[in-house]
């Protein structure tokens, strides 16, 4: 009689075979920026003067965090550091198997969001927990 972890724990149902193209082509929206095995939608909101860099990071990051987390813009001489406005929060499978959707919302001065759309970003880093997901801005390619 033989026993399997992977069985158990269904480690071999875990491997996702979706792309990048994948999850582009099922978004309503453009991303923002892509990295390995993510994408990054991004939209600016204002509440009672205050406001927000709201993302969504669809793809494989399956997290469950309590200590927030930093998004970072950087460019030619220029870097911004954004930090999570609150610091729980956690991925939601979706429908597509290995997916996941994860909303961090991020504080932004008004200053900075007027440079933040000005500059020619290089890389956008995420980083959670103890990792670090580098995006590159996301250029749509034409058919």
């Known amino acids: 009689m033989g026993f399997s972890f992977t069985k158990l724990f269904n480690k071999s149902e875990s491997a996702s075979t979706d792309t990048i193209e994948a999850i582009v082509a099922s978004a309503q929206h453009q991303p923002y920026g892509v990295s390995e095995s993510n994408v990054l939608f ?17 793809g494989n990051l399956n997290i469950k965090c309590k200590n927030g987390a930093q998004l970072t813009f950087k460019g030619k001489d220029f870097e911004l550091a954004l930090d999570a406005d609150s610091l729980e929060f956690e991925s939601h499978h979706t429908e597509v198997k290995g997916r996941f959707v994860t909303n961090i919302d991020f504080q932004i001065e008004k200053a900075d969001i007027k440079t933040l759309e000005k500059t020619k970003l290089n890389e956008i880093v995420l980083k959670v927990k103890k990792q670090e997901i580098l995006f590159t801005k996301y250029t749509a390619t034409k058919k």
Do not use: A, M, R
Not at 45 to 55: C, K, P, R, S, W
């Open 42 to 58: 991004s939209g600016l909101n204002e509440l009672g003067g205050y406001f927000f860099f709201q993302t969504v990071i669809v």
